[in-house]
């Protein structure tokens, strides 16, 4: 690990600022996925800004019938809410789904949408990766990918997505509230928040240089089945292959969003309309799959189809 400078911030535009005047700075909370990295050069700020006495540890009703989550919520806390359990039940699924309980006590809302990719060319010091060094290629394509993305993957990056917690606020319309380094405050959709890669896969989510996710909202809940299945190679401690995120009302259209497929959580609003049957053909139109992931296109219509079926039973 690097030598690195710290601070610790008062306040969420007290820490904007102070990104902004450190190049090289970033914000460190529950420190799961940032200190790891870390520890293996991926990761090299010159500085870090401890948030966890900002605030923003709340969740609150909002006026609209909604949630309003602070980026400080741990995982643990936002899963066991009462609001939670009870309206976004998905959400709460999700959640206890990932890591263990000992990463969930320390992993926050804000981080949680943050965390890189897991992809082992990534976490490979000795091999190119496009996202850890631009330019320098992509080792997982034509390596080792049994794992990786199947959709929204490109020339430059094939690396799934790994949250579980971010499938889930995909599916509930979850907004993303951030301040940036000269106090503006602004709201971004979640499905605008996370990025394809592209040529560019070092960029992964729309957060400009020094701004802090402070809060994420959810709209009123959906009434319905709230399901989260997760398909992995062991029954804990693993990421998904394939999960599915679905809220299913008793008589209408479904809202669904996958995991473990693409390089963002991956939901296709359009694919929703129509019949359950075909529904997944329609979500996975245009997947791109190796020799090695290909399984994942009929395992994820297969689960889907479990879900549906299961939802509706």
């Not at 990056?157 to 971010?166: E, G, L």
């Not at 529904?279 to 290909?294: E, S």
Request: proline residues 6%; aromatic residues 4%.
């Amino acid at each position: 690990m690097k030598a690195f400078t710290y601070e610790r911030a008062a306040t969420p535009a007290e820490a904007a600022a102070a990104a902004a005047r450190t190049p090289g700075a970033k914000f460190i909370a529950g420190g799961t996925n940032l200190l790891d990295l870390m520890k293996l050069e991926i990761e090299t700020p010159r500085h870090l800004i401890d948030v966890n006495r900002i605030g923003l540890d709340k969740v609150e009703d909002t006026p609209d019938g909604g949630l309003r989550i602070g980026a400080l919520v741990r995982n643990t806390d936002l899963a066991a809410h009462p609001r939670v359990r009870r309206d976004y039940a998905v959400l709460t699924r999700a959640l206890v789904s990932g890591a263990s309980g000992q990463l969930r006590n320390k992993a926050t809302t804000g981080g949680n949408l943050l965390q890189r990719v897991r992809c082992p060319y990534f976490y490979d010091t000795a091999k190119p990766c496009n996202k850890r060094k631009p330019g320098s290629g992509c080792a997982a394509i034509g390596g080792f990918n049994r794992g990786l993305a199947v959709l929204g993957t490109s020339e430059a990056c094939i690396a799934q997505h790994p949250s579980d917690m971010a499938v889930a606020m995909r599916v509930l319309d979850a907004m993303v509230e951030t301040v940036k380094p000269d106090g503006a405050t602004r709201t971004i959709p979640i499905a605008d928040f996370h990025k394809l890669p592209g040529t560019t896969p070092h960029i992964e989510n729309a957060l400009e240089a020094g701004e802090l996710i402070t809060a994420v909202t959810l709209p009123a809940p959906v009434t319905g089945t709230h399901v989260y299945r997760k398909v992995r190679d062991r029954s804990s401690y693993a990421f998904a292959l394939v999960s599915v995120a679905a809220i299913v009302p008793s008589d209408g259209r479904a809202r669904v969003a996958l995991g473990g497929v693409g390089t963002k959580p991956w939901r296709v609003e359009s694919a929703e309309a129509g019949d359950d049957a075909g529904m997944g053909k329609r979500i996975l139109a245009g997947a791109k799959p190796t020799t090695q992931n290909a399984f994942k296109l009929p395992l994820a219509e297969r689960t889907l189809t479990a879900v549906l079926a299961d939802a509706r039973s």
